[in-house]
């Protein structure tokens, strides 16, 4: 029996596409193998997954990160990795930016204290009035409260605008830039090296997840370097809204008052203790507070008192009222 060329052909191509095929397939399979091999054999944390952890650590508007780049890694416990890493941290806005916001962040917090010493003491003092019958709107109706209680309200309202940062590290990395600027203003110039960025060295242990790799617990974190740049340093002055002292507007405290040879007070009882208001010593108002009440009396007297160097520091009014 003869067989056909053409058909001879046919077959032998047939034979060689199939060929082609297999070996195409066990190739792509090769491959496939020695893909997953590679990944179960070497997968750990790279400075991308570094980077998304640490990008949600420093959310904060006015600061960003660059520059991150993992240094070193080895493989511990189970599934965990350790990691170490550089990054670093920079103010938005350059030098001129960071300037003022390092400036009136430490004038505002210094502020914050005494403002709420201020309120304490007028809360105090007005829930002793309202005691004695002499506030009949309470402690709210006190007009140095008021005038108190807005003065905080502003200032935090202030400091959560001009600092946003809510994350540990990101307020941490700024208070240590914030600390240098305040130490390079003390010299007193106009123009100072401010912080505008910090080199941080971290180590951490990341662990695998199905969205990929994370921090097992907040990386320890140390500056490496603190970049400066020249900026005209801000200098606020102290706002009469945080005053410790004296009153803007008048007050009536009663008491009992205290003539002496050289110095008289009005003796004003504070929750079981006493307060004793220096009374102005000329002659005029002397007279007119004494023509009033003598050295024993019960009297109210009308004025604005310096609450801190108990002091009566602007007389309006005596009156003579029962014990």
Same mark, same amino acid.
């Given at each position: ?34 893909? +997953? %091999?590679? @990944?179960?054999?070497? !997968?750990?944390?790279?400075? *991308? $997954?570094?980077? /998304?952890?640490?990008?949600?650590? =420093? +959310? %904060?508007? @006015?600061?960003?990160? !660059?520059?991150?780049?993992? *240094? $070193?890694?080895? /493989?511990?416990?189970?599934?965990? =990795? ?242």
């Amino acid at each position: 029996m003869q067989f056909s060329p053409s058909c001879q052909t046919d077959s032998a191509e047939q034979s060689e596409t199939a060929r082609l095929k297999i070996g195409g397939a066990a190739r792509a399979l090769a491959v496939v193998a020695c893909v +997953a %091999c590679l @990944v179960a054999c070497s !997968s750990q944390p790279e400075t *991308a $997954d570094i980077q /998304k952890d640490l990008a949600e650590a =420093y +959310a %904060c508007p @006015v600061i960003e990160l !660059s520059d991150v780049k993992k *240094a $070193d890694g080895a /493989k511990a416990d189970g599934k965990l =990795y350790d990691v170490s890493f550089t990054h670093t941290v920079s103010v938005k806005g350059g030098a001129e930016a960071a300037a003022k916001l390092f400036s009136e962040w430490a004038y505002l917090e210094a502020l914050v204290q005494p403002t709420q010493i201020a309120l304490d003491k007028a809360l105090f003092e007005a829930d002793s009035r309202a005691a004695q019958g002499q506030l009949p709107g309470g402690r709210n109706a006190d007009p140095e409260v008021r005038r108190l209680t807005q003065a905080k309200e502003q200032l935090a309202s202030r400091l959560a605008s001009l600092m946003p940062c809510e994350t540990i590290e990101a307020v941490t990395r700024l208070q240590v830039m914030r600390s240098a600027a305040e130490e390079a203003a003390k010299s007193g110039q106009s123009q100072v090296a401010v912080p505008v960025a910090i080199k941080v060295r971290g180590t951490g242990r990341m662990g695998k997840a199905e969205s990929g790799w994370h921090f097992a617990d907040m990386p320890a974190f140390s500056t490496v370097e603190i970049v400066t740049a020249s900026a005209t340093y801000p200098r606020f002055k102290a706002e009469a809204t945080a005053s410790t002292s004296a009153s803007s507007e008048a007050r009536r405290l009663v008491g009992k008052v205290r003539a002496g040879n050289t110095d008289s007070c009005l003796e004003v009882p504070v929750s079981g203790d006493t307060k004793c208001y220096t009374l102005p010593s000329e002659p005029e108002l002397a007279t007119r507070i004494f023509g009033t009440c003598k050295d024993g009396d019960t009297c109210a007297i009308t004025g604005q008192f310096d609450d801190k160097n108990e002091k009566l520091i602007q007389f309006s009014k005596a009156e003579k009222v029962a014990p």
